[in-house]
């Protein structure tokens, strides 16, 4: 059974910046696509990006608008999220996922591991 393991969350203010790490057991994002998303309190989740072997890097347009990194370390084989400049409309809880696909994509039925989630707060 894949494991995936979130850590990082916090409370920042407006304008600050924090990194979310995600680790997964017994595969790599080099092989299989790893996506990140988020969910406020009464919204649906949504796709934040993903990393992955064949699109690398890829994030969704309507709210990232350069503010997030998504990079990967191989010997650790970690994930990361870097945000900046956060605003309060970023909190949520931040889920990371891994797919059973190549491609990294923005919907959460082609992600098959989910970790239990961090919170991130942002305040005003």
């Known amino acids: 059974q894949v494991q995936v393991v979130e850590s990082g969350g916090g409370l920042v203010q407006a304008g600050g910046s924090l990194r979310l790490s995600c680790t997964t057991s017994e595969r790599s994002f080099t092989t299989h696509a790893m996506g990140w998303f988020r969910q406020a309190p009464g919204k649906e989740r949504e796709f934040v990006g993903g990393?992955?072997?064949?699109?690398?890097?890829?994030y969704n347009s309507d709210f990232v608008k350069g503010r997030f990194t998504i990079s990967g370390d191989v010997a650790k084989n970690m994930v990361y999220l870097q945000m900046n400049s956060l605003e309060p409309g970023d909190t949520a809880v931040y889920y990371c996922?891994?797919?059973?696909?190549?491609?990294?994509?923005?919907?959460?039925?082609?992600?098959?591991?989910w970790g239990q989630g961090t919170q991130v707060t942002v305040s005003s």
């Open positions: 990393l992955g072997p064949i699109t690398g890097a890829a």
């Open positions: 996922a891994s797919s059973n696909n190549l491609g990294v994509y923005n919907t959460t039925t082609q992600y098959d591991y």
